[in-house]
């Protein structure tokens, strides 16, 4: 069998350039049709993951631990106690890769001119820089310095709004614990720039700070952690919620459905595309080599009246094609490559900045290579083009040595 | 009477400067009408550069060509294409006839593209079938015929126009001896009945041995004119 | 006879034929569907984003967007009202009083923004009064209730029944305050909406906030959305006659046109990529057919055929062949297309409804054919192989009788 590969691959291999007009088109025909399944597989998954980084990364992060029935009624009511024992080991011992503790209340903020809804933050500002891509998206001033800062960061649409300035004082409302209206004065130290959503919708000054304000002693609202980037979401979720089965601990997949969606669906996407897009190649495929085999039969007919068997003829043809397919499809890993690679800055589309947000996306998309994907697809198409092309093998199999002494008029 | 056909100096070059080959050197001849004249001479010779001059296929380099009265020289593309339609018939080798068109239709087809209508057309074609022995086989696709019945056909395509000479090149040459022998009897009866002219480009001895007028050729010139 | 014969030239190597034809087919078939859907779908998502509570369209003083102030008002909104009246196409006009203020209960403080809302016309513009799940809706008779979201209900413990005090500031700048009754809890699935929305009567919103019988905005709706975009001129000219501005939902929601566009656009690059491999698919059997032939071309140009007249029966096969697969791929597309048209398709995956629920979608979506969606992806395969069918048109017109005939 392998003394037959032997004697027949080089034959083969110049019988693929015998007709390089047909050999081109079907070069073109692979090369291009698998370039669009390995390009569009980067791009879906540089999508997916822009959104990811930019949802996650500016408040859920990869999952979040509140007491039973926050999520329902999120108030200072609902609050938890900080981690301890069996949950604190947990946290700390290395299958998250990071945690941060915070406060969040609804409440209200006031300047001289306006009175607008928000959601209060006391955060910890060392442990917020490192999860959270808030701390890095100062536009003036400041951002927190310790839990005991008692200065407040806006968002600049906000400030924008409320018509207040870096340095002003502003008046935030909320309810404390014990059912009272809490009533603070705050010096605007900060502005931040992210999205618009966030800007109009949360402040934050230090973990201590917002305690007090609200009444409580330790308490908190909420404990999200950062998972390492290769780590198995459920299982190191499943992690914590063994640790602490008294609170309500979720992945980011729970907390944002949506994009737990696109991001499961992806992969069905991609797979759709593939069988659409192959379902043409193969046309294409066996268009050209029928037409080889058509004319060639007379050389067939000739090659098996010299003796060869039609399962020689089967595998000479079947590996013209998978040599053909072959180079069709380095020509289509190599093309998708150059594109991914022309684009290695990023897809800019802060145009749309206001709609990415709508759908949790980034402004910019990152392509990447995914070598897996790539090794994958090709191969997926590689084996189905041959199998395709077995059809007009056949054929040739099929010629009989009368063929060749026969002539077309 | 005036030849049907006059070729004055006739030379085709092939190539330029070094690579230069003259597929015909000066070459002078007259065909008469009525003529059964063959063209022999190996490969090479010369033989089929010279139908294509006198079929107005392809211009010469040198000299001139006159079919018909009508001087080839000055004609454009579109004006010797018309000339061939309706004075010059031909027969080839192979790849006569459309293979998707019956007998009767190939027929039809070029007396269409002379604008006549279609019911003459009609006629025309089944009369033209029937001078060439092939009654019955109007319907019939070239596939369904023998090699013999397609170069009939092809004949009577030629013929149906009623044109001025038909040129045959190697018409005999894909065929076995007995279609050779019918097909060379049909052009003769043509001849004799009709007095239509015959030029034809062959090597087959069967068809020079009943050829009238053999006109030798070699390395682009003619050699020798006889007639028998 | 040329046509009869272009017609029977498609047919010489059938299977060659056939192949194109159903890769044309195919390809148009589920362009048509796809774009129908597509297409269909946006118009769905916009309709039911735009009508939970923004309407179709909306009239607000100058200024009044980019920086909602209480004393922006709309002086005279039953004049604009009345003119609206005789606007083709509308099918509800509504006032809206947009206020904030801190409700509370015994217990409990929490901001919320509160609707002036026309309780009669209100229903005919959007949605969300009739989200109610527990209670009722405003009605035209109420005069100190109040409908909350069921998030804000819950946060402020309330049910239906209790009183709620309401504190804001007036147009004025001075303090409104009020006392309301719960009469009905909604839920409309937006968790921001939920949460942070009061409705009351607008005459109490008047009343309440010192509007002296002002408005913050007058919002428009019609059945199709389509009808509200033909009106736009007659819209923008009733804005400059009563002094506030006319806003599209364009720029009420500009994100909404802005994911769409993304979408749209992420498609259409993936179905150029598949038409430009059909259309090669085909050109590539036009062309071999064409080389095949071509000693015939030049035993028929011998004969007398010129080669513009072959030109043109080349031109003639492309058109048969391009027509039926095309044409083909239409009729299997519309009957796929109108089949689901009535029965809808359900996108039903782990989470879908939530999600559905929180953008206002409903669970099954509904293609849409229309003319354009039918014919724009069988069309620009067609336009793209009559531009491209040129090369092998070309080829024909270049041949020479005794070139082609040595093959």
Known sequence: MMSAFGTLAPLSWRNVWRNPRRTVITLIVVSVGLWSVLFFNALLIGWVQSSKDAALKLLTQDGQIHAVGYMDDPSVETFMKPPSGALLEALNDGVIEDWSMRVSAPGVVQSEYKTLPITFMGVDPEAESRISTIPGDMEQGRYLQSVEDDGIILGKHLVERLKTDLGRRVIVMSQSVDG?????????????????????????????????????????????????????????????????????????????????????????????????????????????????????????????????????????????????????????????????????????????????????????????????????????????????????????????????????? | MDPIVTCRGVTKTFGSGELAVNALSHVDLDIAPGDFATLAGPSGSGKTTLLNMVGALDHPSAGSVTVDGQSLGNLKQAQLSDLRLRKIGFVFQSYNLVPVMSACENIEFVLELQGIGKADRRAKSLEALRDVGLEGLEHRRPAAMSGGQQQRVAVARALVSRPAIVLADEPTANLDSTSAGELIDLMLKLNDEHGTTFLIGTHDPRVLDRSKRQINMLDGEIESDARH | ML?????????????????????????????????????????????????????????????????????????????????????????????????????????????????????????????????????????????????????????????????????????????????????????????????????????????????????????????????????EADLVALADKHGVVYLTWQELRPEVQQMINVDFYTAVMMYATLVVVVVFIILNTLYMSVLERTREFGVLMAVGMKPRQIGRMVWMEMIFLTAVGAGIGIVFGMGLTGYFENVGIAIEMEGTEEIYAQWGLPSRFFPQMTIGRVLAGPGAMIGMIAVLGFIPYRRVMGLKPVEAMAG
């Open chain 1, 180 to 409: 009272t209206l809490s009533e603070w004065s705050y010096d605007v130290v900060g502005i931040y720039d992210s999205d618009q959503g966030i800007e109009d919708f949360y402040i934050f000054t230090g973990l201590k700070t917002s305690q007090e304000f609200l009444g409580l002693e330790d308490e908190i609202a909420q404990v999200v952690v950062t998972l390492p980037d290769e780590a198995d979401l459920v299982s190191s979720i499943q992690t914590l919620k063994d640790a602490a089965p008294e609170l309500d601990v979720r992945s980011w997949k729970e907390l944002n459905l949506f994009l737990a969606m696109t991001d499961d669906f992806m992969g069905v996407y991609i797979f759709v595309w593939l069988g659409i897009v192959f379902s043409m190649m193969a046309i294409g495929i066996v268009n050209t080599q029928l037409m080889a085999v058509f004319e060639r039969t007379q050389e067939f007919g000739l090659l098996r009246a010299l003796g060869m068997k039609p399962g020689r003829v089967l595998l000479m043809v079947s590996i013209e094609s998978a040599l053909l397919i072959g180079v069709g499809v380095l020509l289509g890993i190599v093309l998708a490559i150059f594109s991914i690679w022309s684009l290695q800055g990023g897809i800019d589309l802060t145009a749309y900045a206001r709609a990415m947000e709508m759908v949790q996306a980034g402004s910019i998309i990152y392509v990447d290579y995914h070598p897996d994907g790539i090794v994958r697809y090709s191969f997926i198409i590689w084996i189905l083009g041959i199998l395709v092309a077995l059809w007009p093998a056949r054929r040739a199999s099929k010629c009989s040595p009368q063929e060749a002494m026969r002539r077309d008029t």
């Open chain 3, 3 to 231: 046509v009869s014969l272009a017609w029977r030239n498609i047919w010489r190597q059938p299977t060659r034929t056939w192949l194109s034809l159903i890769g044309m087919a195919f390809t148009s078939m589920l362009l048509v569907f796809v774009l129908s859907f597509q297409l269909g779908s946006y118009d769905t998502m916009k309709a039911s984003m735009l009508q939970i509570s923004d309407g179709f369209g909306q009239f607000q003083p100058e200024g009044y967007k980019d920086d909602p102030e209480m004393g922006k008002v709309i002086p005279d909104p039953d004049a604009l009202i009345a003119d609206l009246q005789a606007v083709e196409g509308l099918s509800g006009v509504t006032a809206r009083g947009n206020g904030f203020g801190l409700l509370a209960n015994d217990e409990r403080t929490f901001a919320a923004a509160v609707m002036g809302i026309d309780p009669i016309n209100e229903g005919r513009v959007t949605t969300l009064t009739g989200k109610v799940t527990t209670g009722r809706t405003l009605s035209a008779d109420d005069t100190n209730a109040i409908v909350l979201g069921d998030g804000l209900a819950r946060n402020l413990k309330v049910g239906l029944g209790d009183p709620v005090t309401m504190l804001g500031s007036g147009t004025d700048g001075s303090v409104a305050a009020d006392v309301l009754m719960v009469v009905g809890i909604f839920k409309s699935g937006v968790p921001e909406l939920d949460r942070q929305i009061a409705q009351i009567p607008i005459e109490r919103f008047k009343e309440t906030f010192l509007m002296d019988g002002a408005a913050h905005a007058i919002l428009i709706r019609s059945l199709e959305l389509p009808a509200v975009e033909k009106a």
